[in-house]
């Protein structure tokens, strides 16, 4: 996830960003209390995308705005990012209630939807680009990794009953020396996605070697269901923003 701009002018005073990142109060009901921050560039797109983007286990709003590309991103590309805040000591999130796991629940996941509903509203945005990003979040697979695959694709199901619209796409990236996140979880959250979209976990569609970068596997399973597994990476796989632009379509 990296763009570079060079900006090139002779006797012309170009003026800084007036954008900055911004906490909004009134965004919707927000029964777990998660603190949504917005950052809208200057030069917002008409309709434009949004994405939002989750910090890690330990992290804040703030941190995940000054440490990751999406801001720069947004002002090249005029998309809005969503900054969620979580509420807890810790600031993990609650990724296996059985509250956050229903639609419309009650729990972080209703919130942070309720943040994508009001900036879809206020800022004219882009129902068909709305896209969801993050790193960590501590143990997330806790309770999950022992699912098979039929089990968690039926939890899915579960999580909003009677729904048979389209699902998003998918793309999981994994270091091969996290010892957070244990890296077996990698196959295992494979295993589960691909018994949600019918692929098979085992024989990828294509299975790309030193690809985005070296010692990088990228795994195509389905048009829905992209793995990348990284050799000698730990818990935190460093962003990659012009991959996830091109994965987003933006």
């Known amino acids: 996830m990296r763009f570079s701009t060079i900006l090139s002018a002779i006797g012309l005073a170009v003026s800084a960003s007036a954008a900055s990142l911004q906490q909004v109060t009134n965004f919707g009901s927000n029964p777990s209390g998660v603190k949504m921050y917005i950052y809208v560039p200057d030069k917002l797109a008409a309709n434009p995308p949004i994405i939002v983007a989750l910090h890690y286990?330990?992290?804040?709003?703030?941190?995940?705005y000054s440490n990751s590309p999406y801001k720069d991103l947004a002002d090249q590309k005029g998309f809005i990012v969503i900054y969620p805040e979580s509420p807890y000591s810790g600031t993990c999130w609650d990724v296996s209630s059985k509250a956050t796991l229903t639609h419309d629940g009650g729990a972080n996941s209703n919130s942070i939807a309720n943040m994508a509903k009001y900036t879809l509203d206020k800022y004219k945005g882009n129902k068909a680009k709305v896209f969801v990003t993050g790193s960590s979040s501590g143990a997330m697979m806790t309770g999950q990794s022992k699912a098979t695959p039929q089990r968690w694709a039926q939890w899915v199901y579960d999580a909003y009953p009677g729904y048979n619209g389209s699902r998003p796409r998918m793309q999981i990236y994994h270091g091969s020396i996290d010892t957070t996140l244990?890296?077996?979880?990698?196959?295992?959250?494979?295993?589960?996605?691909?018994?949600v979209f019918g692929y098979n976990p085992d024989k990828p569609i294509t299975s790309s070697q030193n690809t985005p970068q070296a010692n990088y596997r990228t795994d195509v399973f389905g048009d829905h269901l992209t793995g990348v597994w990284a050799v000698g990476v730990g818990h935190t796989v460093p962003i990659r923003g012009a991959d996830d632009m091109k994965f987003f379509g933006l």
């Not at 286990?57 to 995940?64: L, N, R």
């Not at 244990?182 to 018994?195: D, F, H, M, P, R």
């Open 57 to 64: 286990c330990g992290g804040t709003a703030q941190a995940y």
């Open 182 to 195: 244990n890296y077996a979880n990698y196959q295992e959250t494979i295993k589960q996605w691909s018994g």
